[in-house]
């Protein structure tokens, strides 16, 4: 458990949540952790709103149309905003507002001035996001219970980066949703589709190599797809993956370890980290997938990439 400050254990949190409305806000694009944990609260604690800025991504939408799940894209009128699954606290402008954070993200720099319960341990912040409902004396529901263990395998990369506690939630919940993995893989569509096999297939036929003391580091460039396109990458050999993508101008990197990598102690946030100071933009993640979006030559951004992560490799 990482505490600092004002830092609140999943239950205390809950607890506090108890003592008047709120609102949840997710990060920009969110995912679908993001979108479970803010929506299983919501449900159990009958929060108003769900506040997604910018919209979710491809995979939670698709979450949002299965489960009938609203988020409104403008901030709701509300005197107290639980922000959830969000690294960047800045990128939302809260000012007035009573904030309360819970995350899974490890803190960069200080810690936010602001009630929080950040456990960077946890692998997804469905898991937090159950502990803060149970912590409070509230029950899940079956549709809730089936969003969170969604949320959790995708955050996990289907269980891989699972921890002892990610087994003992997904137990719980899939008792209480009364369900199992495959009708939850099946539910919600995790069969690619033709424009993601199209981008998959492209992205490894343009991949590139090099080989550092071992560690094979990919770079590639798709239009969409890029998640998946560098987990693809880790698939077939790669043990860091980095894809570029050019949004009008707006050049995303998305990247990816293999176990080995992560083992080798490559750490994506310090590597896209740097590489984001030196090209102007901001970055976030965890150790073994994260994200880098700048403005730039997509081709410089994976170069820069590919050599600070041959740079960090120990000798
Ligand atoms: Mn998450």
Redesign the pocket.
């Known amino acids: 458990m990482t505490a600092h400050g004002t830092g609140l254990t999943p239950g205390e949190l809950g607890r506090k949540l108890l003592s008047g409305p709120f609102c949840i806000a997710v990060h920009m694009h969110a995912?679908r952790?993001?979108l479970a944990s803010a929506w299983a609260i919501q449900r159990s604690f009958g929060s108003p709103s769900i506040w997604a800025p910018g919209g979710l991504d491809r995979d939670a939408s698709a979450m949002a149309a299965v489960m009938d799940i609203a988020a409104v894209e403008t901030m709701p009128e509300c005197g107290r905003l639980l922000v959830v699954?969000t690294q960047e606290i800045p990128q939302l402008d809260v000012s007035g507002i009573e904030l309360l954070i819970l995350d899974?993200h490890p803190i960069q720099g200080e810690s936010p001035q602001c009630t929080h319960c950040i456990d960077a341990d946890a692998r997804?912040?469905s898991e937090l996001a159950l502990r803060v409902v149970e912590g409070a004396g509230l029950s899940i529901d079956g549709p809730s219970a089936e969003a969170l263990a969604a949320g959790i395998l995708s955050?996990t990369g289907r269980f891989r980066r699972g921890s002892a506690a990610t087994f003992a939630a997904v137990a719980r919940l899939l008792d209480v949703a009364g369900s199992d993995i495959e009708h939850l893989l099946l539910k919600f569509g995790q069969g690619k589709g033709r424009g993601e096999q199209i981008a998959v297939l492209k992205g490894l036929e343009r991949m590139r190599h090099v080989e550092k003391r071992g560690l094979f580091l990919c770079s590639s460039e798709v239009s969409s797809y890029e998640s998946s396109v560098a987990s693809a990458m880790v698939g077939a050999g790669a043990d860091a993956s980095f894809v570029a993508s050019d949004r009008e101008g707006k050049i995303r990197v998305t990247a990816r370890l293999s176990q080995r990598g992560i083992e080798c102690g490559l750490d994506l946030p310090s590597i896209l980290g740097d590489v984001a100071r030196q090209f102007c933009g901001r970055s976030g993640g965890h150790a073994g997938a994260a994200v880098l979006e700048c403005t730039g030559d997509p081709e410089a951004l994976l170069n820069a990439c590919i050599s600070r992560c041959a740079s960090s490799i120990r000798g």
């Open positions: 995912d952790d993001a699954d899974h997804s912040c955050d």
